[in-house]
């Protein structure tokens, strides 16, 4: 079974501009998690999807959001962007991110703002 | 509320010897465990978890952890380090009552093994 994959891997921006990554769930799995990754602050929750819903959302600006699609796959946009939003983007996907079960990371989308 | 301290930003070891990262964790009930290793410009490997039963859980790549109920720790270990195995190691925990709710991660530990 293929693992979550995630697009682009490596993204250079300005400035003011936006971006949109994209997420692909594990095959099966309904529910996609998007944590940013910064040396300061370590994992940061930014909102899990699920069945096409946000169920929870992190302490992040609105500039944050995001959307899943009826095949689960997951888009995560930042518009305005600023330099301090440069980090690794990381989705994780999991069946229904219930109690026990596990969930699953991409390897990330590395962000760099200029 | 939930949290969990990993109370090593780094941990040094020389290759062969037995591996110890440190983690500790403050949650209502019963605590569902993580442990995920991440290596550089990658994203975060599950490794192992702890949902009930057995207090010492074996993972891959040969580490296990030990779930402490009193000491409200899950220590991960590994008797015999390798080079490969320097990376950032995340504990992680989530409250049985936290249905579909977020993870909470420590802020991770730095481990280097050396040859």
């Known amino acids: 079974k293929a693992g979550v994959t995630q697009t682009p891997r490596y993204l250079i921006k300005t400035r003011g501009q936006q971006v949109t990554l994209s997420c692909s769930p594990i095959?099966?799995?309904?529910?996609v998690s998007w944590y940013q990754q910064t040396p300061g602050q370590g994992l940061q929750f930014l909102f899990e999807y699920f069945s096409e819903t946000q169920r929870n959302k992190g302490n992040f600006p609105g500039r944050f959001s995001g959307r899943q699609f009826s095949n689960s796959r997951s888009e995560m946009n930042v518009s305005t962007l600023e330099l301090g939003d440069s980090a690794l983007y990381l989705c994780?996907?999991?069946?229904?991110?219930?109690?026990?079960?596990?969930?699953?990371f991409g390897p990330g989308t590395r962000l760099l703002v200029l | 509320a939930q949290s969990v301290a990993q109370p090593e930003d780094q941990v040094n070891v020389a290759e062969g010897n037995p591996l110890t990262v440190k983690c500790t964790y403050s949650v209502s009930g019963n605590p569902y465990l993580f442990w995920y290793v991440q290596y550089p410009n990658r994203g975060l490997q599950f490794l192992l978890k702890y949902i009930t039963g057995d207090n010492l859980v074996k993972g891959s790549y040969g580490f296990e952890a030990e779930f402490n109920k009193s000491q409200t720790s899950f220590h991960l270990k590994k008797p015999s380090a390798l080079v490969s195995d320097s990376a950032l190691y995340f504990c992680?925990?989530?409250?049985?009552?936290?249905?579909?709710?977020?993870?909470?991660f420590g802020a991770g530990t730095q481990v280097v093994v050396t040859p």
């Open positions: 994780a996907s999991s069946l229904n991110n219930e109690g026990q079960e596990t969930q699953y």
């Open positions: 095959s099966g799995h309904r529910s």
């Open positions: 992680a925990v989530r409250a049985p009552t936290d249905s579909w709710g977020k993870f909470q």
